[in-house]
């Protein structure tokens, strides 16, 4: 046996290993150390992919009658529905705590004008009904894209009710059951994901329609920011816990005004146009409107943003009229309109749509900052017509009562006004000043605006010193909501209607510096536009004084925005704190007590004699390629009449013949942008009702046959349904 020799009669070789075993020893033991410490930290702290959400995702038809109402948006009661081009969606994204699924938020994207207070009080009251306490008016918010181009009808306020043709029962309930549907699906529809978060500029989609407005604010501020729009879109991409995409929601700041005030289409416009691309690419194989993925782009602060991007020029010489008044020497404000980038406004509406989904997909792919954290919702009611606040160490301001000036019926760029008031202060005098003849006008018909009005709301001109008239009813609300939600580090301010830029920023920085503070860094604010009930523009204090359109329609005075500042930052305050419960409650509006008031004409339905509703007028061809433009007329009826079936019924289908199974299959439906139904009313009760099927280049060749389907209503007799059927006809590559 060989004898083993002492540890100091080792040679060097020996010692080396030695030493190695010692170092790999010592390097595994900091490993194990080093993976303890990490699990133990990964244990107690929130690790990088989090322990997630329980998210749910929903969508719900709430288009209105698309006949004969008034459209919100433009305060034109010309622009009156004459058919659709694309239906309107409510999407609800549900966000809830993992191990506390009682402390959620909801936030709900709809498809028209804005959320008035009688569809946030309606929709509060049905949800409580349903679910009591779950769903409140602190974690519920309520947005609207602000389309101009879907039927009103869905205010209680005297203002609205002149502008859109009255309170029309099922408009109003197209809008309420759609978003309480919406939220339904998803409730119903919760499951175990993750939500990230990415943002970036999206360019050539916008420009600012007060630039000379914008340029009142301080030099200083200005200097601080690169454009004067926000470019920057916010988009939330939600996954389920297989990392399967549920869901993308958005924000960015532009006007859908592509669709100009001659449109008389349903329509959602250009973000609607971006939330249909981006659901037909998730959703492959379903029909428009189906589909479990949900995609929504939503408003934020828009109020001086315009997708027009040629800028405003005469239409009558071509020049450009960016002066302060937008006035043209021939034709006056009337004749300077803005438009763009496409030769007409459906060129324009997919143009800037298909930009805007173009960026939200591209930041929805490169998505990979987590938001984890728990939720938190503060809710206020406040009287805007009496806040004070405090503008410096010195001097405090007020808010007012509402009233509009004169420049808010000069109307923008996107849509002129009427009888030629022009935005700004006066041509002649450089003041901000009435006109004799409207004041008398005003006088005689509505009220003389108090001393305590006009002064409160210098340098404004009044026109309509609406929180002085209370007949039949208040012409606008006074009781407006303060909300704000936060996910995680992500925090959501529901704005009371359409800040500008400057003011919008104002907003973002005042709650983020709040939070921070209070709470922790790293928080997101992002803005929601058209929340809860509408009160118009909020301007900055700056851009009031020149009075433009923006400015005459700050309700609530000069010192609007910082009001709204001072109450979002005590609810920022009171969530970083985690105080909500400590805010002082006050009573919510009523429900006016108005069941419809509908101005709008009755509807007697006639055919001609010896003639069914249905009956084709004028066929399709007999062959078509794609690219073309298949229409056929039927004898039709008033679309009004198909009001209460309208979130389970299309007045169009694009049919084509499956030669496998021996049947007809359903390619599309009045919900998708490549089709049009056109109604046209005709003398003595008498109509045409009109389809176009604009053949996309990837439609395959085949047999196809487009249907038509509608309600009558003749006198004395009830209403009835009825469809009508094209002739076949083949499409050709």
């Given at each position: 046996m060989e004898e083993l020799l002492p540890l100091s009669q080792m040679g060097e070789s020996g010692k080396s290993t030695l030493s190695r075993l010692a170092i790999v020893f010592v390097v595994l033991l900091v490993l194990v150390l080093g993976v303890l410490a990490a699990l133990l930290v990964l244990h107690y702290l929130p690790n990088s992919r989090g322990d997630g959400y329980i998210i749910g995702v929903g969508r719900a038809d709430c288009t209105g009658p698309v006949a004969e109402l008034p459209f919100m948006g433009y305060a034109n009661l010309d622009q009156t529905g004459a058919g659709i081009i694309s239906r309107l969606y409510c999407r609800a994204f549900l966000v809830a705590e993992p191990d506390n699924p009682k402390k959620r938020v909801v936030f709900v994207s709809a498809e028209i004008g804005m959320i008035s207070q009688r569809v946030r009080l309606e929709v509060t009251k049905q949800l409580e009904h349903k679910y009591g306490d779950l769903y409140r008016p602190d974690n519920v918010i309520l947005s609207g894209t602000h389309t101009h181009s879907g039927p009103g009808g869905y205010f209680q306020y005297t203002t609205f009710l002149i502008s859109c043709g009255g309170l029309i029962k099922p408009s109003l309930n197209a809008v309420v059951n759609g978003i309480v549907e919406s939220i339904d699906m998803a409730h119903q529809n919760m499951k175990k994901g993750r939500i990230l978060i990415n943002k970036g500029p999206v360019d050539h989609s916008q420009l600012n329609r007060s630039p000379l407005s914008y340029l009142q604010n301080p030099e200083s501020e200005r200097r601080r920011y690169s454009w004067n729009?926000?470019?920057?879109?916010?988009?939330?991409?939600?996954?389920?816990?297989?990392?399967?995409?549920?869901?993308?929601?958005?924000?960015?700041?532009?006007?859908?005004?592509?669709?100009?005030?001659?449109?008389?289409?349903?329509?959602?416009?250009?973000?609607?146009?971006?939330?249909?691309?981006?659901?037909?690419?998730?959703?492959?194989?379903?029909?428009?409107?189906?589909?479990?993925?949900?995609a929504a782009f939503s408003s934020s602060n828009l109020g001086d943003v315009s997708p027009n991007t040629k800028g405003p020029h005469c239409i009558n010489t071509g020049e450009p009229c960016e002066n302060l008044q937008n006035y043209c020497p021939v034709g006056g404000a009337q004749m300077c309109i803005s438009s763009g980038p496409g030769k007409n406004m459906f060129e324009s509406t997919k143009l800037i749509g298909r930009s805007i989904y173009l960026k939200a997909k591209e930041l929805f792919m490169t998505a990979s900052e987590e938001i984890n954290g728990p939720i938190a919702s503060a809710h206020q009611w406040v009287?805007?017509?009496?806040?004070?606040?405090?503008?410096?160490?010195?001097?405090?301001?007020?808010?007012?009562?509402?009233?509009?000036g004169y420049s808010f019926a000069a109307g923008t760029i996107d849509g002129p006004g009427m009888f030629n008031f022009t935005q700004g202060k006066c041509l002649l005098t450089g003041a901000t000043e009435g006109v004799p003849f409207w004041d008398a006008v005003r006088d005689a018909i509505l009220a003389v605006p108090s001393n305590e009005t006009q002064d409160c709301h210098s340098p404004k001109p009044i026109l309509f010193p609406t929180g002085e008239l209370n007949k039949p009813y208040p012409?606008?609300?006074?009781?407006?909501?303060?909300?704000?939600?936060?996910?995680?580090?992500?925090?959501?301010?529901?704005?009371?209607?359409?800040?500008?830029?400057?003011?919008?920023?104002r907003v973002r920085e005042a709650v983020k510096s709040e939070l921070q503070t209070k709470g922790g860094p790293g928080m997101k604010v992002v803005l929601a536009g058209l929340c809860s009930v509408y009160t118009h523009y909020i301007t900055t204090f700056e851009e009031y004084q020149i009075q433009r359109y923006e400015g005459a329609a700050t309700i609530f005075g000069p010192h609007t925005l910082s009001a709204y500042i001072q109450s979002f930052t005590a609810l920022a305050k009171a969530i970083a704190t985690d105080s909500t419960q400590d805010l002082p409650k006050y009573p919510a509006p009523t429900i006016l007590n108005i069941t419809e008031l509908n101005f709008l004409p009755s509807v007697i339905d006639a055919k001609p004699l010896g003639r069914q509703y249905g009956d084709v007028l004028q066929d399709v061809q007999a062959i078509y390629r794609v690219g073309d433009v298949a229409n056929v007329q039927f004898i039709g009826a008033n679309p009004r009449n198909s009001a209460e079936n309208m979130r389970n019924f299309t007045f169009l289908t694009v049919e084509k013949y499956d030669n496998i199974t021996g049947s007809w299959q359903v390619l599309y439906t009045d919900a998708s942008w490549d089709t049009k139904f056109i109604w046209e009313k005709g003398s003595w009760g008498r109509s045409t009702a009109t389809v176009e099927w604009h053949i996309p280049n990837y439609t395959d060749p085949g047999t196809y046959v487009i249907k038509y389907f509608g309600h009558s209503k003749e006198l004395l007799k009830p209403i009835l349904t009825f469809n009508g059927t094209s002739s076949t006809f083949e499409v050709s590559d």
């Open positions: 729009v926000d470019k920057e879109m916010v988009v939330l991409k939600m996954l389920n816990d297989q990392d399967q995409d549920i869901g993308m929601l958005s924000w960015f700041a532009d006007h859908p005004v592509s669709m100009n005030n001659t449109n008389r289409f349903t329509c959602s416009d250009n973000v609607g146009y971006a939330a249909y691309l981006f659901e037909q690419e998730m959703n492959k194989g379903y029909l428009t409107g189906k589909g479990p993925f949900v009287n805007m017509t009496n806040v004070t606040v405090q503008l410096n160490a010195t001097h405090s301001g007020k808010t007012c009562k509402p009233a509009l012409w606008h609300p006074e009781l407006i909501d303060v909300q704000i939600a936060t996910i995680g580090s992500l925090a959501i301010v529901a704005l009371p209607g359409e800040f500008t830029t400057m003011a919008g920023r």
